[in-house]
């Protein structure tokens, strides 16, 4: 949230100007970079005739909650209005999504997005955009979760007119959702006045602040109820848009007998994994033949493992993208490529049969499998060579064969708390990003920490773990790491940090000595115990995330320097260049760096990497220990 008056207040910071240079200066400090002048703008021109609307209408002490952000998401509503309902004197809500919108048409196919003329791509329509961020709360806020009446929501089009917009109003609403514009601006002066009182909203604004943040529904946790039976996830915005494009291009696909290609963009956290899910789900409860594919042993195991728990053809819907090396061409209607990032040049390897060694580029395999393949890719998490799910690599792939290709970008992230702030910080750590690493400043998403040794790291996620929290512990892949363990044997502790010995996690599909199986490590409570890399934390998530950064990335003088001897991944060859060495090094700790939904914890190997660490994170973890 940026900013917390009652309505008068922010009338009269609108009056004399200084609301937007608060809202700026506030924006800065938690998100790491300056708004957009698209943001600003819509604050200079929406918070005003909001704030007007409160004044005329009378409720002058309701309070407005300025950019309020979801939990455990970086999506915010434009404003949320707390007071107390006229009749029940109950505390109540409204969401209001503000749009300085003077024209607007459904779009020809789906009516839930909508076009305008300054942009080249349909938008979530309004309505289903509050709508969803009233469903959202309900589930993530505490205040709400017993008591959804009490919220509602408003889409204010304040600049549209009855003829630019009239087309919107066909859309199904309910009190989640409505559509209000500035023609008919009484309707929405009325509106307030019956779902908001006269008194205070200081107290009912405290409540919501205060709502304890339900637990957050991870992707392993729910898939099996979500593929199986309904709808689990909430999508917000871009998400819903992404969702509705492939939708549509299916349905497009049955009617004039064509292929599409969708590619779903966006970094860690922003939602494409649950998409996936999302769509997956959807198109099985509607009998569309639909697989899952990754190039992940971990992920795909464990979707067979949570989703297909009860029924065998749950399963048999996640497979690998080397899976496709036969198919019938168009023998699928969709085909969803999560992680596609992980693609490789070709699905052949030393194990394919030589009839089936076609030379066949892996992303044409996965396009001519079916009339909708969709990849969902994050370009930054590149981590081993010879993977190449890039944009520019499925564009081309789709134009050799003549095919239309929606790119879909995400934005909003979900990892990390919903912490943009931490997410740039990253970046720009790691040397992702230009302008080089900044101080930490903490925010209420996101903790980070630095550890003085393992074995402090490690003491602390126990404490953590206490608290009922999931913590994990991943190191950069720079010990070697012994991959058969004879039967009856415990796991080696390949991992030695001074006297700190601990495994790495499982290599294989069995269990050992009680530690689980590597595609389990991150979801199976017993996997606390020994290292993961990043392998087997790519695509996953857990609450504490400590991670141990090796020999292989060294802060020097002004800057990071990686040393590829310190390596032991043997999935770098004399015949990967240092520049690719240093780059997947880099996305390596990105990916390690962003599985934390809590918070992080950071230990090095290396004293001047630590001190550097130090100065900007900030205090010792010791003195941190009752977080």
Known sequence: MLFRESAAAVAAECLSGSLFLRLAEQFVHMHGHKPSASEARSWERSIPALANALIEAGLDRVEVLLEYGLPLNSKRADAVLAGVDPTTGEP????????QWSSAEPDDEDPALCRIDSHSRPLLHPVDQVRAYCEYLVSFNGALADHPHRINGAAYLHNATEFGVAGLFETEQNAYGQLFIGARRGEFITYLRTKLGQASGADAADQLLAGRVGPSRQLMAVAAQEVREREQ??????????YRTVLNAVRRAKRADRKEVVVITGGPGTGKSV???????????????ALHATGSQSFTTTMRKVAGARKREVQDLFKYFNSFMTAERNGLDVLICDEAHRMRETSANRYTPAGNRTGKAQVEELIDAARVPVFLLDEHQVVRPGEMGTVTEIRAAAASKGLDCHVVPLDSQFRCGGSD???????RLLGLEAGGPVPWEPDDKMQLLVADSPEEMEEFLNDRRAQGFGARMSA?????????????QALPADVVIGSWERPWNVFGERSVAG????ALWATDPAGFGQVGCVYTAQGFEYDWSGVLLGPDLLWRDDGWVTDRTASKDPAFKKSTSDADVDRLIRNTYKVLLTRGMVG????????????KLRQLVGPALKS????
């Open 624 to 627: 941190k220990a009752s977080l």
């Open 92 to 99: 109540s809500y409204v969401v209001v999504e503000l749009k």
């Open 600 to 611: 992080t914890v950071l230990y090095s190997t290396d004293a001047a990497t630590r001190a």
């Open 476 to 488: 950069g892949y720079c010990w070697k790491w012994t991959k058969k363990v004879p039967p009856g």
């Open 275 to 289: 998409i996936a899910l999302s769509l997956l789900g959807e198109l099985y409860r509607q009998g569309t033949t």
């Open 233 to 242: 996830f909430v999508l917000l915005d871009e998400q819903q848009v992404a």
């Open 515 to 518: 530690a689980p199986p590597a």
């Open 421 to 427: 702030a931490y997410l740039n910080w990253t970046v």
